[in-house]
């Protein structure tokens, strides 16, 4: 039976891979209420309130240290808002610079914070100035926090502050939530690939491979190198081991210790037509009683688990949509919405098909079909063609349809497009599109890049005063998808001002 082979499998890598510990040093530096403590406590787990204020008005806190998790990521973790006071702003980065310069030496990694809300302030400048200074040797991420609902908000204000963020010369900012835990995703990723670089027992050349493509401009095949992080996730007895099993069975099984920072997970994955598949948290997930499951879909636990994957296969259980009403549970949908919004790629498998028999099974089959459309459709309206395959995991049938939408997907996730082939595509669509293009306050797009791929992100550079409107940046995006074949993976489209 392919899950106890698997279960041997985990269990004896995992005795092989005991490390000792030595986690790299991240610290978190920016201006008061950019929401340090609040990241802190959040990557920490520290729930309790502080209570920082003297009578004079300065705080007590001094550099507070913890071990952070973020996924399965471990790391140690200093805050520095204990030294700072709200009075004088100007001494604070004295202060701060002095103590800081000899904890500096013993970090890894500078999280610069700003707040999403308040926009940039000269006090931000500043600190980024003083980070050049004292900080030059370290890497540093710039994370725009507060940033909770940047990926919907149609105002699109808050994605103009991520324009304003980039200039302070940090590079792409990745946008989070401490208070909801949006964007986590996106700063594992990145811590993952940096600290990853810190590693002393890395071994694994596609750790090495991954930790690579972040900074090159890689193309698709480069970014193909790596192996696809695969997660299958549902409600309890929808189909998931049985899937997993007719997954395995004509199938290389592979398992290793997992590269970079992960000290207790293992990795289990198999071969599929010569690619890689790695899943996600299988270890984790088999060892888990039958009776929780993964019930708690939309809880935190879960979705921390889920942090790793690239893409998530959710599983539906054809019959009960057949009887049911809604053809998605509440906790299906949340994890839909979330896998999207962190920037995951989504397949839906609707399992159990060959229970639909009968007289009218024809009609049951189409009505299924569309209801998840449908409901997909309504979840997700962003990403338009979320891949949806029919499968029966029991009879050993769709298998080889899921995996060719998961590597589909996967492959438009990892797209890279040149920028001169990107603006000689602007030109074109813009003049097609009909008087009224370049709308908004007086802004005019002057071209586009790609900033980043995994999932494909572009960036709509404007002259002018003001921004173009958002309905143009819906209008690129849906061409972008539509024109180099992005479609049913989530795709992001900022603007920034340029002089
Ligand atoms: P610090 O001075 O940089 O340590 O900032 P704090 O962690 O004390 O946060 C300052 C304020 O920002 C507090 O009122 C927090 O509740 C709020 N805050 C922190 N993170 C977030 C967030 O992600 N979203 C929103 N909306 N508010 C946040
Ligand atoms: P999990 O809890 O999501 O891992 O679900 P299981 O793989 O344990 O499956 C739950 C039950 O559904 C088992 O009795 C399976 O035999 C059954 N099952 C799984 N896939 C199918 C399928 O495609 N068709 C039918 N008829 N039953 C299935």
Redesign the pocket.
Do not use: M
């Given at each position: 039976e392919g899950s106890d082979y698997l279960k041997r499998q985990v269990s004896s890598a995992t005795n092989k891979n005991i490390v000792a510990e030595a986690l790299p040093t991240v610290i978190?530096v920016?201006?008061?209420?950019?929401?340090?403590?609040?990241?802190?406590?959040r990557l920490t787990r520290r729930r309790e309130a502080?209570v920082y204020n003297t009578p004079d008005g300065h705080m007590t806190r001094d550099i507070r240290e913890g071990t952070a998790k973020l996924g399965d990521l471990r790391f140690r973790i200093l805050?520095t808002?204990g030294l700072?006071t709200?009075a004088e702003p100007n001494s604070i980065l004295s202060r701060t610079a002095g103590l800081t310069a000899a904890v500096f030496q013993k970090c890894h990694t500078v999280l610069f914070?700003v707040?999403?809300?308040a926009g940039m302030q000269p006090l931000d400048a500043d600190v980024g100035k003083w980070l050049r200074r004292y900080a030059k040797s370290l890497h540093t991420v710039l994370v725009l926090?507060?940033?909770?609902g940047i990926h919907s908000d149609p105002s699109g204000k808050l994605l103009a502050v991520m324009g304003e963020a980039h200039s302070l010369g940090f590079g792409e900012p990745v946008a989070?939530?401490?208070?909801?835990g949006?964007g986590m995703t996106d700063l594992f990723d990145c811590l993952q690939r940096l600290l990853g670089k810190a590693e002393i027992h890395v071994t694994d050349q596609e750790a090495e491979l991954q930790f690579q493509d972040a900074d090159s401009e890689s193309s698709v095949m480069d970014s193909m190198t790596i192996p696809l992080q695969l997660a299958i996730a549902g409600r309890p007895n929808v189909g998931k081991s049985t899937l997993l099993n007719a997954l395995l069975r004509e199938e290389r099984v592979l398992t290793g210790p997992e590269p970079g920072l992960t000290r207790d997970a293992v990795r289990v994955g198999f071969d599929y037509k010569g690619k890689q598949v790695y899943l996600v948290d299988t270890a984790g997930w088999m060892q888990r009683s039958k009776v929780e499951g993964l019930v708690a879909l939309g809880a935190m636990h879960a979705r921390r688990n889920l942090m790793r994957a690239h893409i998530v296969a959710l599983v539906l259980d054809a019959e009960e949509i057949s009887k049911a009403k809604s053809s998605m549970r509440h906790s299906e949908a949340a994890l839909a919405r979330w896998v999207t919004q962190e920037g995951r790629g989504l397949v839906v498998v609707v399992n159990k098909m060959d229970l639909l028999s009968g007289k009218d099974s024809a009609a049951v089959r189409e009505q299924v079909i569309r209801a998840v459309s449908e409901e997909i459709q309504k979840i997700l309206p962003q990403v338009d063609g979320v891949p949806l395959v029919f499968v029966s995991a029991l009879k050993g049938r769709g298998r080889s349809a899921i995996m060719n939408r998961v590597f589909e997907s996967y492959e438009k996730w990892c797209t890279r497009l040149p920028t001169a082939q990107l603006n000689r595509w602007l030109a074109k669509v813009m003049s097609r599109r009909p008087s009224g293009v370049e709308r908004g306050h007086g802004a005019r797009i002057r071209y586009i890049t790609q900033v980043k791929a995994r999932p494909p992100t572009f960036v709509v550079f404007v002259t002018g005063s003001g921004r173009i409107d958002e309905s143009e940046l819906r209008f690129i995006a849906s061409s972008l998808k539509e024109d180099f074949n992005l479609s049913g993976i989530p795709l992001r489209v900022l603007q920034r001002s340029s002089e």
């Open positions: 978190l920016g201006r008061p209420n950019v929401g340090k403590s609040a990241l802190f406590n502080l805050d808002a700072e709200t914070l707040d999403a809300r926090n507060k940033a909770e989070v939530s401490a208070e909801t949006e």
